[in-house]
């Protein structure tokens, strides 16, 4: 067609092939020597692999610093610095997943999601029995604990960033001091004023109980989120003769709808895995259940508690299992956030 | 339009003319529906604006112009009720449309923004909407009913000269569009609701010369239905698109207003030397 060569894409900023295999090279090394170090010395486990590499990487830098300038010898110094600090806030997490998952993934068959507990003792093999009525239990109290507390948080919000009455800062100190509220005086809450006054532990008392705990959650994250709205938005609607409640919920609302599935996903995160209150409010029970307002109801937390309380071999490794679910549930919601977060920025 | 329209109705609909203390008396069958009586703007204890009276004659384009800080953006901001988002704002005075004051006792702001349509500095489509849902957004917004949704698209999206452009793609999101068609859009959306008066706040100082031409373009052919008024700090764009001008000044106190006239006059040969300077360029 034309006599013009197109030339070969390249990316001229990012670092050469050749020298990132090297640094790759030299990473593995290093890693390597460390492992010596940890067989060989009193360094001993993760910690101690981490620590010498930490050692080894520094004096790696000081030798190979020798040919740098004073700036470059700076810059690799920071950046180390920068890496080891990341790691070591990673870490944590990192071995928590790893134990709850060592330690939970025996149990994991489908016989867990598929059954519940009603004809399987604690003590019974793994291949009997599951966690399905905990697992529906925790669903369906974070359910109506949604249901109840996102339209309440998202107000809260819209109430701060758009209507900013008279009340304000009420609301927004309340919001703060609820947020320090303990669980467990959440649960204590719900157990006097409903639970006790009714037929005892139920769903819907749990779900009062992580309602409460997830409503500050729900209403200070919305707030930031409507924060995020440009000013020009709302005026734009103001303009075109719209009254406010019908720019927020038309324009306001709508432009946020990503941020406000994360908040609604931070909320059922914060609570999921809230132990404490439910052991008042919602007890415990070996049976798959569906009625939120009568008898008592199994949820995850409680599942793991009880049967570490039991403490024998296989009710601690069920417990584990359920640890393991749980996580898998909180990851899962994460990974869903983001989905549906991404689809909305066109 | 052809330009001989636009004088013969210049001189069919008289001049307005005014300065900082008194109005001079238009004819009365020209006189289109809006109008400012001795406003100030104030925000706080700052005063923005002293002493403004204007007439805006229908179907014509007023273009406000002068330094920055001389309050032209604060007074049009007046014009449809917009000046009191900013918590510290006040006023004083009358904007009177169809003789009515907009800020008298029991007027419904919502209702005056409807007729008194406002195009921003900044393009702001709605982002969470497509470009049809953009130019239907403030019929949705305020209640109204629409017959005839696709008609109406294409209706505003062509005045607003967008149409030819998006057609293919109207449910494409609002921000994929460049700079000065999501400054058309905006333009097409503000006409959806079929304003009386559509104020203009510097709409092209984001625009590259292309865009700018299309919405000079734009301007004069809505000046055939509806009442424009442009804020502008492009000298050239005031005189290529209005039919009147108003000079504000602010000399270290409020801003107000020097002179205001036929955009001819007030080129070749205004009344009070400032405005002269500042036309030609020696300040501001």
């Known amino acids: ?346 | 339009m052809k330009a001989s329209t636009v004088s013969q109705r210049i001189e069919s609909e008289g001049k307005i003319m005014s300065n900082t203390s008194a109005v001079l008396e238009m004819p009365e069958q020209s006189f289109a529906g809006l109008e400012t009586r001795g406003v100030h703007a104030w925000f706080g204890n700052h005063h923005a604006l002293s002493d403004v009276s204007l007439q805006f004659p229908a179907r014509t384009v007023t273009g406000l112009i002068g330094p920055s800080g001389c309050g032209k953006s604060t007074f049009l901001r007046l014009l449809n009720r917009m000046h009191e988002f900013i918590p510290s704002a006040a006023m004083a005075g009358e904007v009177l449309l169809h003789g009515q004051d907009i800020y008298g006792e029991g007027v419904d702001a919502a209702a005056i923004r409807l007729k008194v349509g406002m195009v921003f500095q900044k393009p702001n489509p709605f982002p969470a909407m497509t470009i049809r849902e953009n130019v239907v957004s403030g019929l949705k917004l305020a209640h109204i009913k629409i017959d005839n949704e696709d008609d109406l698209v294409e209706n505003c999206l062509s005045r607003a000269g967008l149409w030819k452009e998006v057609k293919d793609r109207l449910n494409a999101s609002g921000g994929s569009l460049s700079g000065g068609q999501q400054q058309r859009l905006c333009i097409a959306r503000s006409l959806a609701v079929e304003p009386e008066v559509l104020l203009m706040d510097e709409p092209c100082s984001a625009l590259d010369p292309g865009s700018t031409l299309r919405i000079e373009e734009t301007i004069k052919e809505l000046a055939e239905k509806i009442t424009v008024v442009i804020v502008t700090h492009n000298m050239q764009q005031a005189s290529r698109v209005s039919d009147y001008c108003a000079f504000f000044l602010s000399d270290g106190g409020p801003g107000a207003l020097v002179e205001a006239d036929q955009t001819r006059k007030m080129f070749t040969n205004p009344n009070d030397s400032r405005t002269a300077d500042y036309v030609q360029g020696k300040f501001g």
Do not use: C
Request: aromatic content about 10%.
């Open chain 1, 1 to 346: 067609m034309s006599g013009i060569s197109i030339p070969q894409p390249t990316r001229p900023w990012q670092r050469k092939r050749r020298e990132q295999i090297r640094s790759g090279a030299t990473f593995t090394a290093m890693a390597i020597l460390a492992f010596i170090v940890v067989l060989f010395t009193g360094f001993a486990g993760f910690d101690g692999w981490a620590i010498s590499l930490f050692i080894i990487s520094a004096i790696v830098l000081l030798i190979k610093g020798r040919k740098l300038s004073q700036k470059e010898r700076k810059n690799a110094f920071i950046q180390l610095l920068i890496a080891s600090a990341a790691t070591l806030a990673f870490l944590p997490w990192l071995s928590i997943f790893a134990s709850v998952a060592m330690k939970g993934i025996a149990g994991l068959r489908i016989n867990f999601i598929t059954s519940d507990m009603r004809t399987t003792v604690p003590d019974d093999e793994m291949n009997m029995g599951g966690a399905l009525h905990a697992i529906v239990g925790s669903f369906m109290m974070v359910i109506i604990a949604s249901i109840i507390t996102l339209p309440l948080g998202i107000l809260s919000g819209v109430y701060l960033t758009e209507i900013k009455g008279r009340f304000t800062f009420l609301v927004r100190f309340v919001v703060q001091s609820m947020s320090g509220v303990p669980s467990i005086v959440a649960g204590l809450f719900v157990f006097t004023t409903y639970v006790s006054a009714t037929h005892g532990p139920t769903a819907f008392g749990g779900a009062l109980a992580l309602g409460i705990l997830m409503l500050p959650t729900v209403a200070r994250t919305s707030e930031e989120v409507l924060k995020l709205v440009p000013d020009e938005l709302r005026s734009a609607g103001y303009a075109l003769g719209a009254r406010q409640w019908r720019t927020t919920l038309m324009v306001v609302l709508p432009t946020v709808r990503s941020g406000l599935t994360t908040v609604a996903v931070l909320g059922v995160a914060r609570v999921i895995g809230e132990t404490a209150p439910l052991l008042l409010t919602a007890g415990s029970s070996t049976a798959l259940r569906f009625n939120p307002i009568h008898g008592q109801i199994a949820s995850l937390p409680i599942y793991v508690f009880g049967l570490l309380q039991i403490g024998t071999e296989y009710a601690v490794n069920r417990a584990w299992t359920g640890a393991l679910v749980l996580m898998i549930f909180v990851f899962g919601l994460f990974i869903t956030a983001r989905k549906v977060g991404g689809k909305d920025k066109r």
